[in-house]
């Protein structure tokens, strides 16, 4: 196992890249920690099988270097880098069994033939396979054929890092919910650096204890998910994460308040240096809360009902605004919004503001 760290890192896909826009990824510097468990989420294009394949050695960087533990990998060859990774798609041997998929990492390593028994046949009740060790894999499902590869990235205990590219693509919804709980079972058994790319926020809030968001190239975010719910550190994470994301309200600030555009105020509950670019406060829908005194005017478009609770989705100071409203809470016809001051973030150019004093973690 390692500590994987990213120096200085970028890449183009272009030969002569000319500007930041050429990149997949803009420079970063990033470590990801010995023994954690990492979901790397961000929407398409962002760079994220991009990450994972500099990490993996597939492709190597146009700038920095990737460093596991004190050594310098970079021009490390895949193999030499004793990585696991598990791709969106199956990658199996379809003329042979699914023991023989399962047992290949393990031969090919020289291992001992009791232990690769013992391993494939606890890596088979892992992934729900047991009873089919002895079938061949050509004709099997895609279904059981990417859980044959997963078990395949899971069965080498020695493995420095393992990769997961959106391994539960072609899984089937119920299956998804337990291989992920396997996954978390696998990563407390044996403490494996692991990094799981999905774009499925649920995926990768119930299976890491980091979260890293990407967007645009960049890591604009590493936090655990009530990190990334409470105080998104870009804009981009409070509107990807939750349902439905963050509300923001262009604004400029005076002292410990917000000045909508619509000329109200906003109690922000601490002071704020005045930030240049445009500014904006941002509220989770759960944050905001009906009131008929006091607070913010507020134009109800509709009320969905969303399960235990209703999401009325309206305006406020001409802007898009989503509520979360208690079950059995009325939404009376002069309502109007309030939002907890604490529970409000700012940002400029869409990067959080801390207020003055904030102790950084
Ligand atoms: N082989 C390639 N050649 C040229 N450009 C590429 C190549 N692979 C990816 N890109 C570009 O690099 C950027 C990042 O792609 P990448 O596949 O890393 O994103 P991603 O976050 O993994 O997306 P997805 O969730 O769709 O898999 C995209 O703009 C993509 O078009």
Redesign the pocket.
């Known amino acids: 196992m390692a500590r994987i760290t990213l120096q200085n890192l970028a890449h183009s896909?272009l030969p002569q890249p000319s500007s930041e826009d050429d990149y997949?990824l803009k420079q970063m510097d990033h470590v990801w920690e010995d023994g954690g468990a990492y979901a790397l989420l961000?929407s398409?294009?962002?760079?994220?099988?991009?990450l994972l394949n500099i990490i993996s050695g597939l492709l190597r960087p146009s700038q920095g270097r990737v460093l596991f533990d004190d050594r310098d990998v970079t021009d490390a060859a895949t193999a030499e880098r004793n990585i696991a990774q598990v791709f969106q798609f199956p990658v199996v041997y379809d003329t042979m069994t699914v023991r023989d998929n399962l047992a290949f990492p393990l031969r090919n390593r020289g291992m001992a033939a009791d232990y690769i028994a013992a391993r494939v046949q606890h890596v088979a009740e892992m992934i729900g396979m047991e009873s089919m060790l002895s079938r061949r894999a050509q004709g099997l499902t895609a279904d059981a054929k990417q859980k044959i590869s997963l078990g395949r990235g899971m069965v080498r205990e020695d493995v420095n890092a393992i990769l997961f590219d959106e391994p539960l693509t072609v899984i089937d919804p119920h299956m998804k919910w337990e291989l992920r709980t396997q996954l978390k079972q696998l990563h407390r058994e044996f403490g494996h650096t692991m990094i799981y790319v999905t774009?499925d926020q649920t995926e990768a809030l119930t299976f890491a204890d980091k979260v890293v968001v990407m967007y645009d190239g960049r890591v604009v975010q590493m936090g655990t998910p009530q990190d990334l719910f409470e105080t998104p550190a870009h804009s981009f994470v409070g509107y990807f994460i939750g349902s439905p994301g963050m509300n923001f309200l262009d604004a400029r600030i005076e002292g410990a308040e917000a000045v909508l555009t619509n000329g109200e105020r906003v109690p922000l509950g601490a002071d704020y240096p005045v930030p240049p670019g445009r500014v904006q406060i941002g509220i989770r829908p759960e944050y905001a809360r009906l009131t008929t005194t006091g607070g913010l005017a507020l134009r109800v478009h509709r009320v969905e009902d969303a399960g235990r609770h209703r999401l009325l989705r309206g305006e406020v100071a001409g802007a898009p605004f989503n509520i979360v409203v208690p079950e059995g809470q009325p939404v009376p016809a002069d309502v109007r919004v309030a939002f907890l001051p604490e529970r409000i973030n700012l940002y400029a150019d869409d990067w959080r503001v801390a207020p003055v004093g904030e102790r950084v973690a």
Do not use: N, P, R, V
Not at 44 to 50: D, E, N, P
């Open positions: 896909y997949a961000g398409s294009g962002c760079g994220k099988t991009t774009h």
